[in-house]
């Protein structure tokens, strides 16, 4: 008879959580069943959320990455908001593909070291909001096959480096917005085969930008450009011979001013450029996209095991791993051993 007590007791104690995947130690669950969680101050990841989570609220982490998977098996997920974070970097497919919930993923004050290829891919309509962030290396096809209702949005934010073919074959309905904030380089073909239904690029320092940066910006059917501010040296010199094939770039020029050498800060780019006021320069030859067209190997899309703290390997990132786990809910291992039990309990009784 004792037996059975003590198998009981670890079936009511046990099961519940193994089955609807208890709250993460990070993190305090509040709702029903937990749906609403949010993670403070932490340097672990968590490795799973409650099955049938909502909202995610993560606050003051400092981590090596938001890992691959890290929020699969949440169906009901509608938000993720990330505020005053510090990320290594964004792996691939860490956030979930073709999801019919979620609706929103916000970065707040949070500084995000590289974004990996396949980041953000196969998204279904979505707003993803970027505030007051950092952000040093948008590697090639963070954004990637997303063609539905997207709406991205950058405000006093910070890149310091967007690759070529960082956005490609991304195709929206809705807005891309960058108000405020700076881009420090701008590859070639950074925003390729990329089209959104309306572009809002205004008060932004640019430090350098090579050409054919957005090779659809001219066929945008709302674009709205002002206030941006250019270092006036060598590498703005290729724009003059471009402007009068590139509506959206005389418009940049048109509305920009330059930012130094000191000797210039503060006049008219356009006055700049066509009065050849940047000096000392080799001679620039006119550039045609194919001049600015960088090597490409279109990869193939794959979304790697997500990996948890364990066992002393390491993966991409330099974490330490063991083994491979869900983002979300319970994983098959621990559904296997809720229903042994419950079985054993039920041939006792």
Same mark, same amino acid.
């Given at each position: 008879?004792?037996?059975?007590? =003590?198998?009981?007791?670890?079936?009511?104690?046990? =099961?519940?959580? %193994?089955?609807?995947?208890?709250?993460?130690?990070?993190? $305090?669950?509040?709702?029903?069943?937990?749906?609403?969680?949010?993670?403070?101050?932490?340097?672990?990841?968590?490795?799973?959320?409650?099955?049938?989570?909502?909202? %995610?609220? %993560?606050?003051?982490?400092? $981590?090596?990455?938001?890992?691959?998977?890290?929020?699969?098996?949440?169906?009901?997920?509608?938000? @993720?908001?990330?505020?005053?974070?510090?990320?290594?970097?964004?792996?691939?497919?860490?956030? +979930?593909?073709? *999801?019919?919930?979620?609706?929103?993923?916000?970065?707040?004050?949070?500084?995000?070291? /590289?974004?990996?290829?396949?980041?953000?891919?196969? #998204?279904?309509?979505?707003? %993803?909001?970027?505030?007051?962030?950092? @952000?040093?290396?948008?590697?090639?096809?963070?954004?990637?096959?997303?063609?539905?209702?997207?709406?991205?949005?950058?405000?006093?934010?910070?890149?310091?480096?967007?690759?070529?073919?960082?956005?490609? &074959? $991304?195709?929206?309905? #809705?807005?891309?917005?960058?108000?405020?904030?700076?881009?420090?380089?701008?590859?070639?073909? !950074?925003?390729?085969?990329?089209?959104?239904?309306? $572009?809002?690029?205004?008060?932004?320092?640019?430090?350098?930008?090579?050409? *054919?940066?957005? +090779?659809?910006?001219?066929?945008?059917?709302?674009?709205?450009? !002002?206030?941006?501010?250019?270092?006036?040296?060598?590498?703005? #010199?290729?724009?003059?011979?471009?402007?009068?094939?590139?509506?959206?770039?005389?418009?940049?020029?048109?509305?920009?001013?330059?930012?130094?050498?000191?000797?210039?800060?503060?006049?008219?780019?356009?006055?700049?450029?066509?009065? &050849?006021?940047?000096? &000392?320069? +080799?001679? =620039?030859?006119?550039?045609?996209?194919?001049?600015?067209?960088?090597?490409?190997?279109?990869?193939?899309?794959?979304?790697?095991?997500?990996?948890?703290?364990?066992?002393?390997?390491?993966? /991409?990132?330099?974490?330490?791993?063991?083994?491979?786990?869900?983002?979300?809910?319970?994983?098959?291992?621990?559904?296997?051993?809720?229903?042994?039990?419950?079985?054993? =309990?039920?041939?006792?009784?």
């Amino acid at each position: 008879m004792w037996m059975f007590y =003590v198998t009981a007791l670890i079936f009511v104690c046990t =099961v519940p959580k %193994i089955i609807l995947g208890g709250c993460p130690k990070e993190c $305090v669950c509040r709702g029903t069943g937990g749906a609403n969680v949010k993670c403070p101050a932490s340097v672990d990841f968590p490795e799973s959320f409650p099955a049938n989570t909502e909202k %995610i609220v %993560i606050d003051e982490f400092t $981590v090596t990455e938001i890992p691959p998977k890290a929020f699969d098996n949440l169906p009901n997920l509608t938000s @993720i908001s990330f505020s005053r974070c510090n990320f290594g970097q964004v792996s691939a497919c860490a956030f +979930p593909k073709n *999801h019919k919930n979620l609706k929103l993923i916000q970065f707040d004050m949070t500084v995000i070291g /590289e974004m990996k290829q396949g980041a953000f891919s196969y #998204l279904n309509p979505v707003s %993803i909001v970027f505030s007051k962030s950092s @952000i040093t290396t948008m590697r090639g096809y963070s954004f990637w096959n997303i063609n539905t209702a997207l709406q991205l949005s950058f405000t006093q934010t910070t890149v310091h480096l967007i690759e070529p073919y960082a956005f490609y &074959n $991304v195709n929206s309905s #809705l807005e891309l917005r960058y108000d405020g904030g700076a881009l420090k380089t701008l590859r070639s073909m !950074a925003f390729a085969n990329t089209r959104f239904n309306s $572009v809002v690029l205004q008060n932004i320092s640019f430090d350098k930008m090579e050409c *054919h940066v957005f +090779p659809e910006l001219d066929r945008i059917s709302s674009l709205t450009i !002002a206030g941006s501010q250019f270092m006036c040296n060598c590498d703005i #010199l290729y724009m003059k011979s471009a402007l009068p094939f590139s509506p959206s770039l005389k418009k940049l020029v048109e509305t920009g001013t330059c930012k130094s050498p000191e000797q210039l800060k503060g006049m008219a780019m356009n006055d700049v450029l066509v009065n &050849n006021k940047v000096e &000392n320069c +080799p001679e =620039v030859k006119t550039q045609t996209i194919q001049d600015c067209r960088p090597p490409q190997e279109i990869p193939t899309p794959a979304c790697p095991d997500r990996i948890v703290m364990g066992d002393g390997k390491s993966n /991409e990132s330099g974490s330490s791993s063991s083994k491979t786990k869900p983002g979300g809910g319970a994983d098959n291992a621990k559904l296997s051993l809720a229903l042994a039990v419950i079985i054993f =309990v039920g041939i006792i009784i």
